[in-house]
């Protein structure tokens, strides 16, 4: 196999990762001092991602960095968007990073992301992995902070049209867990016995006999799942997710 890696073609990940009260995107710090006036320090965050390997496509390129970072593999990953633009890499610090990694400035990068809880991922606190608020972003490299916008809006416009939020909660979740997932997405506030009413009215959210013992609550919550079988055969049908709402 020829791992010798394509010096102009990338994949970069975005991991958004739903809290107890934001939507939060996962990034690695990028570090580089030569300790030389000409050259700046570089201090700062990127997106997870890699040149890919000439033995390797696109999905096992970003199959690696999902399992390198989780030891995981993540059915639900989205290949979002090519980002090409010549001009798209300009500042000296960025340079300077691409010609320490001996890849080129025209890059192509191809992103995937992917939505899953906050908790599913966890790391050492000495690890160069860190989660930020998407609405709060520290000093982010190359054009990093554009690509995690642009997934962002994505993100938002599918939330109405695809069960993309089931991806963001639990396995096994409660109604208050679902509508707060709703609200932090959406930036809205909703009516919460409007809401119960409609989302247990939908087959595709299934009621189970299990129940969650919650910190300042003395009644255990009642739990649910998502079942994508059910969905799939009434999505045809125009019932969406976005009638919860």
Partial sequence: MDFRKISNLSVDCVIFGLGADSLSVLL????????NDNYPAIDDWVL????????????ESANRILAEISGLNFANKKQFRTYGNQKRLQADKDLLW???????????????????PKENIVFDRDSDLRWFPVKALPEVGFDHRFIIQDAFEDLQSKIMTEPIMFDLVPVKFTLNELQ???????????????????????????PLEDKRKSGGSKKPSKLYMFSK?????IAEKDYIISTIL
Avoid: H, M, W
């Fill in 229 to 233: 079988d059910v969905y799939d055969k």
């Fill in 28 to 35: 690695r710090k990028r570090t580089l001092n030569l300790y």
């Fill in 180 to 206: 707060t997932a709703f609200e932090i997405l959406l930036n809205i506030e909703l009516d919460n016995r409007n809401f119960r009413k409609k989302a247990i009215s939908k087959p595709y959210i299934v």
């Fill in 98 to 116: 691409i010609r320490s990694q001996g890849a080129e400035v025209r890059t192509v990068t191809v992103v995937y992301y992917l939505t899953l």
């Fill in 48 to 59: 997870p991602g890699e040149n890919v390997f000439k033995c390797n496509n696109l999905g």
